[in-house]
């Protein structure tokens, strides 16, 4: 928090030495009778520029651990003001203070290249939002097969306490499972997310069934009704992991 707080300080520090120079050069070397609309324009972009800059950095430095996994996002937009900030500095340099061109003109071209700098911009911000968020499903759809997972591992350390004569029977086709889907493809596709649903269905109730055959209830869940739940599993793993084969 500390150091967060320094970077802000530090930048906060140098925007206003840079914004007291560039004041300071106008207003220095300008008469108040030169300092007609051209002039006040390009003193408002310059300082707009300087303003679009800081902002920027702040955002960086706030976002933290956002923008280490956005860097090249954040790069984009960082180089498209860099080039807006460029852009204005030849204009004021090129149309105000060599060629003097008419106020209208000049005013027009600083508001096409505003515009052209915020276009782009918010295309990169928007392209950044969409791969966040596919980075975040393809997280959640990560997690869910770990998900899994755990839970057919923790179903098969259910079944060591059972003494029913099924008991190995049903612990080689859970390690059968559990086998098959460590080695199916983690990261899945948007298109499967029925197949997937219905797995972790599958799975939940294979879960509560094995506790409930543990506990020698078979009345609720036999075993050859946990053989088929299993089957059933392993027959939507396979489908889905040759859908996702078929999609790469």
Request: hydrophobic share 50%; glycine share 4%; net charge negative.
């Given at each position: 928090?500390?150091?967060?707080?320094?970077?802000?300080?530090?930048?906060?520090?140098?925007?206003?030495?840079?914004?007291?120079?560039?004041?300071?050069?106008?207003?220095?070397?300008?008469?108040?009778?030169?300092?007609?609309?051209?002039?006040?324009?390009?003193?408002?972009?310059?300082?707009?520029?300087?303003?679009?800059?800081?902002g920027?950095?702040?955002?960086?430095?706030?976002?933290?651990?956002?923008?280490?996994?956005?860097?090249?996002?954040?790069?984009?937009?960082?180089?498209?003001?860099?080039?807006?900030?460029?852009?204005?500095?030849?204009?004021?340099?090129?149309?105000?203070?060599?060629?003097?061109?008419?106020?209208?003109?000049?005013?027009f071209?600083?508001?096409?290249?505003?515009?052209?700098?915020?276009?782009?911009?918010?295309?990169?911000?928007?392209?950044?939002?969409?791969?966040?968020?596919?980075?975040?499903?393809?997280?959640?759809?990560?997690?869910?097969?770990?998900?899994?997972y755990?839970?057919?591992?923790?179903?098969?350390?259910?079944?060591?306490?059972?003494?029913h004569a099924?008991?190995?029977?049903?612990?080689?086709?859970?390690?059968?499972?559990?086998?098959?889907?460590?080695?199916?493809?983690?990261?899945?596709?948007p298109?499967?997310?029925?197949?997937?649903?219905?797995?972790?269905?599958?799975?939940?109730?294979?879960?509560?069934?094995v506790?409930?055959?543990?506990?020698?209830?078979?009345?609720?869940?036999?075993?050859?009704?946990?053989?088929?739940?299993?089957?059933?599993?392993?027959?939507?793993?396979?489908?889905?992991?040759?859908?996702?084969?078929?999609?790469?």
């Amino acid at each position: 928090m500390r150091q967060l707080t320094s970077y802000k300080g530090i930048t906060t520090t140098i925007f206003a030495i840079i914004l007291i120079v560039t004041l300071s050069l106008f207003f220095s070397f300008s008469e108040t009778d030169t300092r007609d609309a051209s002039w006040w324009l390009s003193l408002g972009v310059l300082v707009l520029a300087e303003v679009i800059s800081f902002g920027f950095v702040l955002q960086m430095i706030e976002s933290g651990h956002e923008f280490k996994a956005s860097v090249p996002a954040y790069m984009s937009l960082a180089a498209v003001i860099t080039i807006y900030d460029a852009a204005v500095l030849l204009h004021i340099v090129l149309f105000w203070l060599i060629f003097e061109i008419p106020f209208k003109i000049y005013l027009f071209i600083h508001i096409l290249t505003l515009a052209a700098m915020l276009i782009v911009g918010l295309l990169l911000g928007m392209a950044k939002i969409f791969i966040r968020r596919q980075e975040a499903d393809e997280q959640i759809r990560i997690q869910s097969m770990k998900q899994l997972y755990i839970i057919l591992h923790g179903a098969r350390m259910e079944l060591d306490s059972c003494q029913h004569a099924d008991r190995d029977t049903l612990r080689e086709l859970l390690y059968s499972l559990e086998e098959q889907l460590k080695y199916s493809d983690p990261i899945s596709h948007p298109a499967l997310v029925l197949e997937e649903a219905e797995l972790m269905e599958k799975v939940r109730q294979l879960d509560s069934g094995v506790r409930s055959f543990v506990r020698e209830r078979p009345a609720l869940h036999s075993s050859d009704e946990l053989r088929q739940l299993m089957l059933d599993i392993a027959k939507i793993l396979r489908l889905r992991n040759e859908r996702m084969t078929v999609m790469k």
